[in-house]
């Protein structure tokens, strides 16, 4: 049986009332990670290696034949991982060369070489425990711990409103006014560029209208040919996502006739085209990096136009289960749940060098939700969210190496390397990504 949004559920005053009470859990939530000790609780001081450009070919347009996926299987996972030998330097500026796809179709492939490895903190290789320890399964069971923000009032408010919707199914975050943080296999299934990836787009959620009622204000003016087919493009994808807002118009205005005084708006989306999009070619299937794709499975997409919203900046830690609440939070557009934002924050079961196992439910649609967690910035008293990895989603993960599988919730870690690739990607100036 699906759960259903709490909103469709309760009286509109009540539906207000829980959403309150979920932003007083997700306050209560951080007070309590925040009583532990200054160091315990201060985002760590990193030198990241240099990662530059090499070379740059332009190669034939992809064809775009993948079908977006729902889960990923055959995925090396952490056990499986631990019999790998480590990359050699060769390895890395292999897996973390990258391609890049244009609005235009176009695709070109640059390599990369990285510096200043040696300075780099030494990255601890995760307290990884034997396969033989149950885990949680991805899939909601039991009691669902996943909470519906179904009210525009709250969904557009920070942290909430860095998340993103992608138009091939997933999730993303944003990164800066124009780049968004998502999971490669939303884009490309390790063999080519899914089908819904040459005409990209990505839904970020709508501020409250301040015109009160629908009509012609200042921005509907002056539009030409070119603005216009955007809006047309916009209200059609809102119309297919469940994002109808004349029928919410109307909907409303018999909710006022009928004497409630308190309304609630559901999420709408404000849709972008994607400028270009960039994967790690440590993500293709094929050579020395099927062993390690799934620590490659993030892809950052640059926007046509900035956003006026606030973002979330990235952030690098040694370790999560070591951190005295160990918790991570991810917010995501679950397919089970159309139209709503779904918030979740749960423990880290096991953690490796690249990748994260943890409990949180979480149904298709949230996978390249952005990971993060809340600490002090050093030497000041102020808290900030920062992304610490990318939620991969439900996978089927080879655990002994030997073709016998299980499904888990992974999520790839932001590691120095992939810090300043990332970085790299969002500034295109690496001297600006050498400390985290």
């Known amino acids: 049986m699906k759960a259903r949004p709490i909103c469709?559920?309760?009286?509109?005053?009540?539906?207000?009332?829980?959403?309150?009470?979920?932003?007083?859990?997700?306050?209560?939530?951080?007070?309590h990670e925040a009583t532990g000790?200054?160091?315990?609780?201060?985002?760590?001081?990193?030198?990241?290696?240099?990662?530059?450009?090499?070379?740059?070919?332009?190669?034939?347009?992809?064809?775009?034949?993948?079908?977006?996926?729902?889960?990923?299987?055959?995925?090396?996972?952490?056990e499986c991982q631990r019999r790998l030998p480590e990359p050699s330097l060769a390895d890395l500026e292999e897996f973390l060369s990258y391609e890049t796809v244009?609005?235009?179709?176009?695709?070109?492939?640059?390599?990369?070489?990285v510096q200043g490895l040696n300075e780099v903190n030494a990255w601890p290789a995760g307290n990884s425990s034997s396969s033989s320890k149950s885990r949680r399964r991805r899939e909601v069971y039991g009691t669902d711990t996943r909470f519906s923000i179904a009210d525009k009032q709250f969904s557009t408010k920070y942290p909430f409103s860095t998340s993103v919707k992608i138009s091939t199914g997933c999730s993303g975050v944003l990164l800066?006014?124009?780049?968004?943080?998502?999971?490669?296999?939303?884009?490309?299934?390790?063999?080519?560029?899914?089908?819904?990836a040459q005409k990209l787009r990505v839904g970020v959620l709508k501020e409250k209208s301040r015109r009160g009622k629908g009509?012609?204000?200042?921005?509907?003016?002056?539009?030409?040919?070119r603005g216009k087919e955007e809006d047309k493009e916009e209200k059609e994808k809102e119309e297919k996502d469940g994002g109808n807002e004349r029928k919410g118009r109307k909907g409303k205005d018999r909710k006022s006739r009928s004497g409630r005084s308190v309304e609630?708006?559901?999420?709408?989306?404000?849709?972008?085209?994607?400028?270009?999009?960039?994967?790690?070619?440590?993500w293709f299937k094929g050579g020395a990096s099927d062993g390690v794709a799934a620590d490659y499975d993030y892809a950052v997409l640059e926007l046509k136009k900035a956003q006026k919203v606030k973002h979330m900046d990235l952030g690098v830690i040694p370790s999560v289960k070591k951190l005295p609440a160990g918790r991570i939070h991810f917010s995501g557009f679950d397919d089970d749940r159309p139209g709503n934002l779904v918030y979740r924050f749960c423990s880290v079961s096991e953690e490796s060098k690249d990748l994260l196992y943890q409990y949180c439910d979480a149904k298709p649609g949230s996978s390249g939700s952005g990971v993060y967690i809340r600490l002090k910035e050093p030497g000041k008293k102020k808290w900030k969210r920062k992304i610490i990895g990318v939620f991969s989603g439900h996978q089927w993960v080879d655990v002994n190496g030997n073709g016998a599988?299980?499904?888990?919730?992974?999520?790839?870690?932001?590691?120095?390397?992939?810090?300043?690739?990332?970085?790299?990607?969002?500034?295109?100036?690496s001297s600006e990504c050498r400390d985290a």
């Open 8 to 31: 469709e559920m309760v009286p509109v005053p009540l539906c207000l009332l829980l959403s309150v009470t979920l932003l007083a859990v997700v306050v209560a939530v951080e007070a």
């Open 37 to 78: 000790g200054d160091d315990e609780y201060t985002w760590p001081q990193w030198k990241v290696p240099l990662v530059r450009n090499r070379r740059t070919v332009a190669l034939s347009s992809p064809g775009f034949t993948a079908k977006p996926q729902g889960e990923l299987n055959g995925t090396c996972g952490i």
């Open 102 to 113: 244009y609005e235009n179709g176009t695709r070109t492939l640059t390599s990369v070489s």
């Open 176 to 196: 800066s006014p124009k780049h968004v943080l998502t999971a490669a296999h939303c884009i490309h299934d390790g063999q080519d560029y899914v089908s819904g």
């Open 215 to 225: 009509g012609k204000g200042k921005r509907g003016r002056g539009k030409g040919k």
């Open 264 to 282: 609630v708006e559901k999420p709408s989306f404000r849709w972008t085209r994607v400028k270009q999009t960039q994967v790690p070619k440590g």
């Open 405 to 429: 599988q299980q499904d888990y919730n992974v999520a790839v870690r932001i590691t120095p390397l992939k810090y300043a690739q990332i970085c790299y990607w969002v500034h295109g100036d």
